[in-house]
């Protein structure tokens, strides 16, 4: 199995909504991603977790907070975003080997739209 | 600096080879990749190679590396309609993080 699941497909929230995007691998991948992509534009790292803990946060605003609970699981919950908050939201794994060749695996994402 | 760049648009007919260039400025990359993104989609890794290598060929594949001009670049034999999609080369260093270029999108036409 080398997929990464992605849900909700499509999301459509308000600006004072709260809401979550879940993110499951089951390839034992100890790396997970959150990235973000605009229309024509390539996707920007927001966070990686390693090992279940936060090791790079891109100084993304805190109304993006995501949550590992665990090995197979990401979740990113989203609470007051703005509308240039919409997006393409994209969850990756690989095996975390810092320095050695890792291949990330995506999602197919998940697009939110806010209004 | 990180900064990737690519050619913004190759249009191809059905047939022919594509070549998509890549340019990048961080000499201390570890391995380079090429990814592949159909509309609506995520993105799938299609080849890579390590920095000290000049040439990978993987079936109708090949990436070239020139390390002194920082360039790189992804030929595709044979281009088919089902190749259009998005291109994106990447970077890594010895972190967790990718850098990726700011893409290319490649139509093939009959």
């Known amino acids: 199995d080398t997929e990464v699941t992605q849900t909700p497909k499509h999301l459509v929230m308000g600006m004072t909504n709260k809401k979550s995007l879940k993110c499951e691998q089951h390839?034992?991948?100890?790396?997970m991603y959150w990235y973000k992509q605009k229309a024509k534009k390539p996707p920007e790292l927001m966070f990686v977790y390693s090992y279940e803990k936060l090791s790079i946060n891109e100084s993304v605003p805190s109304r993006f907070s995501p949550e590992c609970p665990n090995s197979s699981l990401l979740n990113l919950h989203l609470h007051a975003l703005q509308p240039e908050d919409s997006a393409l939201y994209l969850c990756a794994s690989s095996q975390s080997l810092a320095g050695a060749f890792y291949e990330q695996y995506f999602g197919p994402g998940t697009r939110l739209t806010v209004t | 600096g990180e900064d990737v760049e690519q050619s913004l648009f190759l249009s191809v007919r059905e047939g022919d080879s594509s070549v998509i260039n890549c340019t990048y400025t961080d000499s201390s990359s570890t391995y380079l990749y090429w990814y592949k993104q159909e509309p609506g989609a995520g993105l799938q890794l299609l080849t890579y190679?390590?920095?000290?290598?000049d040439m990978k060929q993987d079936q109708r594949l090949t990436v070239l590396l020139n390390k002194k001009d920082k360039h790189l670049s992804l030929r595709i034999a044979d281009t088919q309609t089902g190749d259009s999609a998005i291109y994106f080369c990447?970077?890594?260093?010895?972190?967790?993080?990718?850098?990726f270029g700011t893409g290319t999108r490649l139509q093939v036409f009959p």
């Open positions: 390839m034992g991948h100890r790396a």
């Open positions: 190679i390590f920095s000290n290598m």
């Open positions: 990447a970077e890594s260093l010895d972190t967790d993080k990718l850098i």
